[in-house]
């Protein structure tokens, strides 16, 4: 059954560094969502991602973040100085079309020092 | 108000007991509503899916949504310790819009 993949597992990164996640969506979705899940808190969304260009973005979305769909398979999200606030789970997610559910991967845990 | 609650539990059960989880919103221009289930360090999991008012069966699950009250429900029959997780209510707008979860509610279904 094709899934969501995501990489790395697990991260951690000093404070002001850069990291980039990974995500590799179901082969034939169109639309890409990033949401992440600080310990102990509800899933949040952060973006959506549609013909190369950002669909929605929460307030949390601001400009330290960005996401890129740099090949037809890998849809990534860059957070450019990361802070202490940022740990947490990030979920990449992939539907087929308008409409369609959303599959989530299994998340990189992110760790800032 | 929160836009969803959900009562994070824990809540224990024996096997085979009758499961029921709920969620209230806010927000009455929500019209797709989701259980995702979560298994500890993994993505969530989607579960049942109804749109509007109305029940929705799915084997031993049952969804069900009162758009009056603001109030969605599942209800989980003769429930087996891999049900053991956390339940996630979601809900969107529109159904390519992005998804509101509530927080969670860690079931234990107990041997």
């Known amino acids: 059954e094709p899934e969501v993949t995501q990489t790395p597992s697990h991260q951690v990164t000093q404070m002001g560094q850069e990291v980039i996640l990974r995500c590799v969506p179901i082969s034939n979705h169109l639309y890409f969502y990033w949401y992440r899940q600080i310990l102990g808190q509800k899933v949040e969304f952060l973006v959506s991602f549609y013909n190369n260009e950002i669909s929605e973005k929460s307030e949390i979305f601001d400009d330290q973040f960005s996401v890129e769909r740099p090949d037809g398979s890998n849809f990534t999200l860059k957070i450019r100085s990361t802070k202490l606030e940022d740990s947490a789970m990030y979920f990449c997610?992939?539907?087929?079309?308008?409409?369609?559910?959303?599959?989530f991967g299994p998340g990189t845990r992110l760790l800032v020092l | 108000q929160k836009e969803v609650e959900q009562d994070p539990g824990p809540l224990s059960v024996p096997e085979g007991a009758i499961v029921s989880l709920n969620c209230t919103y806010s927000n009455s221009a929500f019209q797709y509503f989701m259980w995702y289930r979560q298994y500890s360090r993994k993505g969530p999991e989607l579960l049942m899916y109804t749109y509007s008012s109305g029940n929705k069966e799915d084997g031993r699950f049952t969804a069900q949504v009162d758009k009056s009250s603001k109030y969605i429900s599942l209800f989980i029959r003769d429930s087996q310790p891999s049900d053991s997780a956390t339940y996630l209510c979601?809900?969107?707008?529109?159904?390519?819009?992005?998804?509101?979860f509530g927080k969670g509610t860690r079931l234990h279904i107990l041997p």
């Open positions: 997610a992939s539907s087929a079309a308008v409409g369609m559910t959303q599959y």
């Open positions: 979601a809900m969107s707008m529109n159904r390519d819009d992005k998804i509101i």
